[in-house]
């Protein structure tokens, strides 16, 4: 009888803890503006409990406590819920892929627009950048890189990185076809390495919110690599019916490959365009 008074035991537990999980996020929203309400169960819970054990609390409404009472501990929380950073260059096949299907569509566009959806740090934008200089691109192609974490946006917009990750980004480009010296559009600043403002001189930052928020332009290019794995089913089809009211005919999707386009309506809608890149065109 033990194991069955275990089991109870351990599912009610696990729905007070959805409750209180329910309530945070709740809170969050009501409190900072941010919604994860619509975010992965389990991705949230287990982001919750790494944080429970750094602050050495045992339950989610002690957390909530801190959380809606200190600025420190706030901070931390809605920066831990937020989206991973992209790495610069991190997926030699991915960027060969994209510069093969992303060159001659811009070449054809008069004035192209990228997005860049939920861009937490300077890599991936300037990665894209960078592949936009070397193409010729680049003066022409205005990129627009939101988030709805405001604080990590301001330190994406600053373009810095650690100088720790510089020997790996510049091999990364290498394998990624750079076609000049990392180098050259990066530089070392009290202790940090920066990217070139020139390279960054086309892109508009702005706080953004694919939970909530509206589409606010057309796009010939929308890029959300990160994303979308954390969401949940209905916040998940929000943002992918959000990047199809944003885009032309032809326009191209970057996701994470397999992120749901095999659904309706979305199947009918995009042809992939490298397989496991997750590339697409929209066709219809």
């Known amino acids: 009888m033990a194991a069955p008074v275990e089991a109870i035991v351990t599912d009610l537990k696990q729905s007070v803890e959805d409750l209180e999980i329910d309530l945070l996020l709740e809170g969050v929203y009501r409190r900072f503006g941010q919604d994860f309400r619509g975010y992965r169960r389990e991705h949230v819970r287990r982001r919750l409990h790494a944080l429970m054990r750094g602050a050495g609390v045992e339950t989610v409404s002690l957390l909530q406590d801190r959380v809606m009472h200190d600025p420190a501990s706030s901070e931390i929380l809605l920066r831990t819920l937020s989206a991973q ?5 991190d997926d030699p ?8 299907a992303m060159v001659p569509w811009l070449r054809s566009c008069p004035s192209p627009r990228i997005w860049v959806a939920e861009c937490v ?5 300037c990665s894209l950048a960078i592949l936009l200089a070397e193409e010729g691109l680049h003066d022409k192609t205005q990129i627009f890189a939101t988030a709805a974490n405001e604080s990590l946006l301001e330190e994406a917009k600053a373009g810095e990185f650690s100088l720790d990750r510089w020997p790996e980004y510049a091999e990364n480009y290498r394998k990624c076809g750079g076609r000049a010296a990392f180098s050259d559009y990066c530089h070392k600043e009290h202790g940090r390495g920066v990217f070139s403002s020139v390279l960054r001189s086309n892109v508009t930052w702005a706080q953004y919110s694919l939970a909530t928020d509206a589409s606010f332009n057309e796009f010939q290019l929308i890029v959300c690599r990160n994303a979308l794995a954390e969401f ?3 916040l998940h089809r929000r943002t992918l019916q959000l990047f199809y009211d944003s885009m032309p005919l032809f326009g191209i999707l970057s996701v994470g490959d397999g992120e749901g386009l095999n659904w309706a309506p979305f199947v009918s809608r995009y042809k992939a365009l490298a397989e496991g890149q997750g590339l697409y065109r929209r066709v219809a």
């Open 232 to 234: 949940g089913a209905a």
């Open 121 to 125: 740090a300077p890599e991936e934008v």
């Open 85 to 89: 950073p992209a790495g610069m260059f």
């Open 93 to 100: 096949a991915y960027f060969h892929a994209l510069r093969e």
